[in-house]
């Protein structure tokens, strides 16, 4: 899926209260979404001028739409566009001619996990092909360099297709004494090989032809035109050319010496193999799993506080350490593993077929290795935990990227639970892990709400219009083994467990106990935090609010309270019914993700607001967008017509604050701005 940027959707809906409820079930299932709606021909067509589409979701009903005039539309643009049918039942013929007009998909509206398994499959599919059209352009152009270079080389190397030469560079011309390609264009390879070699040329070449692995360089007697040998070092390789499978073939009569092979592949701190070699490793192991070997892994150390012990024994001294730990983690891999640098710090290891549970007994055994040791540090002696994250190879994860981002996610994870632990991947045991990752979390958030376990963070919010007093964002974190914790670790647990309406009340007391105490200090101040659904639900919570509002006494300063727009849609009511108790009291309400929605402001006839949060897609690259800098001038617009101000989130440099300027936008919020920080204890604490 698209995790950066926004999913461009053109929604074919009779209404647009029936295209936000899609659009809502996509933004909930974590699918960021920019959509456009179209109800006739000239307004598909009008869309996918405008915003250009990656998907379209028909629904079939919407009166004068037909399946297979959309479609015939759609190819017309010339572009690559998944189209998927959006039906309220499954009948036998409506989705057969579905297909057969070319739909890639149906969704039934009234399930939302399918609606949303039908977009993320058809999606991903979309990028593959795009992913695969643009490999193919990379590999034309990398195939032309490669033939540039095939000429400018030194060493003698043909294409041979069934035995007979195709394609040789200059440098094979002269090594075997042809003046002109036509000399050799046709001739048996076998021709130029000593009759000593030739058999286990052949045999070698065979069986290559039926898919066997490639064989180490063999040496050999080659024979020139005028009769003389010479002997080579020839390597073999598959490959390609004009489009036929043929194989690469390499003389070399000059070997490098092997003991400098060997040094270039090493890496000078720690003696292990480098980066690169490390990561052919990997791709060999891939590319095994991927031919049907089982039972491999790839595991990525680290040693726990590295940072720490570079402060504390200098670099020179952690260089020195970090090669006595390699050296500890070399001597306790066997002979067929490998052990390679990765990273700063970091360590790959790729371990030969074991079955699961000897690769856990492995990485244990290794982690105790490193735990028990005492290593010198220039005049210090300490002993060194180290972490180890990783995952088992097999055909379906079959990718160096994928595994790489396995390994490294199992690493982190084991790292946030305190370190000094292993964590290895295993798509068959995920449904376990998941419980047991779950339930860790979980306890960490009830020991948080029993402990006063949580933090409060704030970003300031920069006012553009010379706006009266000081402006924050009101951000939570959770105290964790390593240090606090984002609340994208732990909110999801929270939610699922019902525990997010305990933290709203923690973070929403505590705001305002800090309200309270910058005014004594004669602040002026404005805290936007944020609330959930959950909380909404709670009848208990406004009288409880504006008592904790009343008992602070604000006279100057003000709580704001924001929710998601894609929220406030889905629970109008309720919060319509929340919004005006709370403004009454004194605070005020804001609208995060403001835009994202096909008829935005269409909700504020609903909902007052004072203030709307820009949706912080129109921010990706502001300055090469003009079309959202138009979009967020628009919403400023019609905003201050309504007595609204606005803020963009999000910010990401100089340029788009300029342009945010020209925009009319009133506040600006951003890590390019200022990253969160922590609030001081003795703020929120009851005055």
């Not at 052949?202 to 002997?231: H, I, N, Q, Y």
């Not at 949580?454 to 009101?474: C, K, N, P, T």
């Not at 505590?510 to 805290?527: F, P, S, V």
Request: net charge negative; aromatic share 6%.
């Amino acid at each position: 899926m698209k995790h950066d940027n926004v999913i461009r959707i053109l929604f074919i809906e009779n209404s647009v209260e029936d295209a936000e409820l899609l659009i809502n079930v996509l933004r909930n299932g974590g699918i960021a979404v920019r959509p456009a709606r179209a109800t006739n021909a000239d307004e598909i067509r009008a869309a996918l001028d405008d915003i250009g589409p990656d998907l379209v979701l028909m629904n079939p009903g919407v009166p004068g739409i037909d399946a297979g005039a959309v479609m015939r539309q759609l190819d017309a643009s010339g572009r690559d566009l998944a189209l998927i049918a959006v039906v309220d039942s499954l009948h036998d013929d409506a989705i057969a001619d579905l297909f057969a007009n070319g739909s890639r998909g149906v969704a039934l509206r009234k399930r939302p996990d399918q609606v949303l398994a039908v977009v993320r499959r058809e999606f991903d599919a979309l990028s593959t092909r795009r992913q695969v059209r643009r490999l193919e352009t990379s590999l034309r152009e990398t195939e032309r360099r490669c033939d540039a270079l095939l000429d400018s080389s030194r060493d003698a190397i043909a294409y041979v297709h069934e035995g007979m030469h195709v394609r040789v560079n200059q440098a094979y011309l002269e090594a075997f004494g042809l003046a002109e390609f036509d000399d050799i264009i046709g001739l048996p390879i076998l021709d130029l090989v000593a009759g000593t070699h030739a058999d286990e040329f052949k045999a070698v070449l065979r069986g290559l032809s039926k898919g066997d692995k490639t064989p180490p360089p063999m040496e050999l007697l080659a024979r020139r035109d005028d009769g003389g040998t010479f002997k080579a070092m020839v390597e073999f390789a598959h490959a390609t050319f004009e489009g036929e499978s043929c194989l690469q073939i390499v003389f070399r009569q000059q070997t490098v010496d092997a003991a400098l092979v060997a040094q270039l592949q090493r890496d000078s701190v720690t003696g292990l193999f480098n980066r690169a070699h490390t990561l052919a490793h990997i791709d060999e192991a891939v590319a095994a799993a991927a031919a049907g070997r089982a039972g491999q892994a790839v595991v990525l150390l680290e040693p726990d506080n590295w940072k720490d012990i570079v402060a504390s024994t200098g670099i020179g001294n952690a260089d020195h350490l970090l090669a006595a730990i390699a050296a500890k983690v070399n001597e306790s891999i066997d002979d067929e593993d490998v052990a390679g640098v990765l990273g700063d710090h970091t360590l790959g290891l790729v371990l030969h077929s074991r079955g699961d549970l000897e690769h856990a007994a492995l990485t244990e055994r290794l982690r105790h290795a490193v735990a028990e040791s005492i290593f010198d540090a220039g005049s210090r002696s300490l002993t060194v935990t180290i972490t180890l994250g990783g995952t088992l190879l097999a055909e379906k994860n079959a990718n160096t990227e994928t595994v790489l981002d396995q390994a490294s996610a199992a690493l982190r994870a084991a790292q946030n639970q305190g370190g000094n632990r292993v964590e290895l991947h295993d798509p068959s045991a995920r449904e376990k892990a998941d419980a047991e990752r779950e339930q860790y979390w979980l306890d960490l958030v009830r020991q948080a709400l029993a402990e006063d376990g949580l933090r409060l963070y704030h970003q300031q919010i920069i006012s553009l219009q010379d706006a009266a007093g000081e402006f924050y964002e009101i951000l939570v974190r959770m105290r964790g083994p390593k240090g606090d914790v984002l609340p994208s670790y732990f909110f999801p647990v929270a939610e699922r467990n019902g525990l997010l309406p305990a933290i709203d009340r923690w973070v929403l007391g505590h705001a305002i106990d800090a309200l309270a105490h910058r005014e004594n200090d004669g602040l002026t101040t404005t805290y936007f935090v944020k609330m959930t659904l959950q909380s909404l639900e709670d009848p208990d919570l406004l009288p409880w609010l504006i008592r904790r509002l009343e008992s602070a006494n604000l006279r100057r300063s003000k709580l704001v309270i924001e929710m998601p727009e894609s929220k406030v849609l889905t629970s109008l009511r309720p919060t319509q019914e929340f919004v005006s108790g709370w403004r009454k009291a004194g605070g005020g309400f804001a609208i995060e993700q403001f835009g994202s929605g096909l008829n935005s402001f269409q909700m504020l006839n609903h909902v007052e607001a004072d203030f709307l949060k820009i949706d912080r897609s129109f921010m990706t690259d502001l300055p090469q967008h003009p079309e959202n800098q138009k979009k967020i001038a628009e919403i400023c617009k019609e905003g201050h017509a309504s007595g609204k101000q606005t803020v963009a989130e999000w910010v990401e440099d100089a340029v788009s604050t300029s342009l945010l300027f020209a925009c009319g936008v009133d506040f600006i919020q951003g890590n390019f701005l200022q990253e969160p920080a922590k609030v001081l204890a003795e703020e929120y604490m009851p005055v």
